[in-house]
């Protein structure tokens, strides 16, 4: 919920720490009851109860999907410091998501915190100094490789923040880092395909879709599933 606050007011000149929340529809102060995370949504069936506004599931959404996360990150790292580290760079790596899905933007603020708290955590999620090395190797190639896709097609292909949001989310997930990328593209490529269905009939007007999401999405899979998808009948290619 605090994270959802957190996208809301960033940039906007109010406190992110004081101030009462207010109705997006009507300015009216809100009370307790309507903002306890998931209860007070369902409760009120989606709508204010202040001007019965309908009130958008987005926050809900990813309020239930960090609460997944947290609890498949206990059940993998268990009950430790690596798992407060974890959890805190998760709900960074929310915010940023979430304020590119509104804006079209990762804000450089967001970013850099987030790539601190991945590096700190690699550290110590890592079993060897050798793994941790290798995972900010293989975050570099493909943060260049971001960088390379950003210039060659003059940002169209890919945004120039996607760079180093991968490196961070490299070096977070350490060995999950290339499934990871694989199941971005491979999220991307469906969600794409499926906004692209969804455009009216004739209409040759370009669709930009973030990337970022996408780029959460299939490094987070990748961590807390550990499934390589190069893995076929038992040989690993």
């Given amino acids: 919920s605090f994270?959802?606050?957190?996208?809301?007011?960033?940039?906007?000149?109010?406190?992110?720490?004081?101030?009462?929340?207010?109705?997006?529809?009507?300015?009216?102060?809100?009370?307790?009851?309507?903002?306890?995370?998931?209860?007070?949504?369902?409760?009120?069936?989606?709508?204010?109860?202040?001007c019965e506004a309908r009130i958008s599931s987005s926050s809900t959404i990813a309020e239930i999907s960090l609460g997944i996360i947290f609890v498949l990150s206990y059940i993998i790292l268990g009950f430790s410091l690596v798992l407060f580290l974890f959890l805190i760079s998760v709900a960074v790596?929310?915010?940023?998501?979430?304020?590119?899905?509104?804006?079209?933007?990762?804000?450089?603020?967001?970013?850099?915190?987030?790539?601190?708290?991945?590096g700190v955590t690699g550290f110590f999620i890592s079993p060897t100094l050798a793994i941790y090395k290798e995972s900010i190797?293989?975050?570099?190639?493909?943060?260049?490789?971001?960088?390379?896709?950003?210039?060659?097609?003059?940002?169209?292909?890919?945004?120039?923040?996607?760079?180093?949001?991968?490196?961070?989310?490299?070096?977070?997930?350490?060995?999950?880092?290339?499934?990871?990328?694989?199941?971005?593209?491979?999220?991307?490529?469906?969600?794409?395909?499926?906004?692209?269905?969804?455009r009216p009939a004739g209409s040759r007007m370009g669709i930009e879709v973030p990337f970022a999401p996408f780029l959460a999405i299939g490094f987070l899979l990748a961590f807390l599933t550990q499934w390589n998808p190069f893995f076929i009948a038992g040989l690993t290619l």
């Avoid at 009216?28 to 369902?42: G, M, N, R």
């Avoid at 790596?93 to 991945?118: G, K, N, R, S």
């Fill in 93 to 118: 790596l929310l915010a940023l998501v979430e304020y590119d899905l509104m804006h079209q933007i990762i804000p450089p603020l967001f970013l850099i915190i987030f790539i601190a708290l991945a």
């Fill in 137 to 198: 190797l293989v975050g570099v190639i493909i943060a260049v490789s971001f960088l390379l896709f950003n210039l060659l097609s003059r940002g169209r292909l890919m945004g120039l923040a996607d760079a180093p949001l991968a490196f961070g989310l490299s070096i977070l997930v350490g060995p999950a880092a290339i499934p990871g990328i694989v199941f971005s593209f491979w999220i991307g490529a469906l969600i794409g395909i499926g906004v692209l269905f969804q």
């Fill in 3 to 50: 994270v959802g606050v957190v996208v809301a007011r960033y940039g906007t000149g109010q406190s992110i720490t004081t101030g009462r929340s207010r109705c997006d529809a009507c300015n009216t102060q809100l009370k307790w009851t309507a903002l306890v995370p998931l209860v007070s949504y369902f409760v009120s069936h989606g709508r204010a109860h202040c």
